[in-house]
Nanobody
Framework: QAQLVESGGGLVQAGDSLRLSCVASGRPFTTYIQTMGWFRQTPGKERERVAVILWSAGNTDYADSVKGRFTISRDSRKNTMYLQMNDLRPEDTAVYYC????????????WGQGIQVTVSS
């Protein structure tokens, strides 16, 4: 059964760092991952794409709001994706979701349960 599980969230102060992890499991799902990404959402706001990574090539893309502070990476041998978040700001507070898109899909068709990140000022 395909599954994405996030970890690493929590409560930190402004300027601190956190690293989120997302483990993908379940064959053949992991074999067909094209892209994975991190998204975030706060109450009353639309979900925002934070960063994405092409699973094979490793190309990355970031939202302007996190460029220079966040780094997305993956370890394909471990089927794990990471989001290193540095210089965190109160506006980064959100529920962060891990998502995967498999080949042939236009949408992200697998989602994690979400993990809370809270940044206090």
């Amino acid at each position: 059964q395909a599954q994405l599980v996030e970890s690493g969230g929590g409560l930190v102060q402004a300027g601190d760092s956190l690293r989120l992890s997302c483990v993908a499991s379940g064959r053949p799902f992991t074999t067909y991952i094209q892209t994975m990404g991190w998204f975030r959402q706060t109450p009353g706001k639309e979900r925002e794409r934070v960063a994405v990574i092409l699973w094979s090539a490793g190309n990355t893309d970031y939202a302007d709001s996190v460029k220079g502070r966040f780094t997305i990476s993956r370890d394909s041998r471990k089927n794990t994706m990471y989001l290193q978040m540095n210089d965190l700001r109160p506006e980064d507070t959100a529920v962060y979701y891990c998502a995967a898109r498999t080949w042939g899909r236009d949408d992200y068709n697998y989602w994690g349960q979400g993990i809370q990140v809270t940044v206090s000022s």
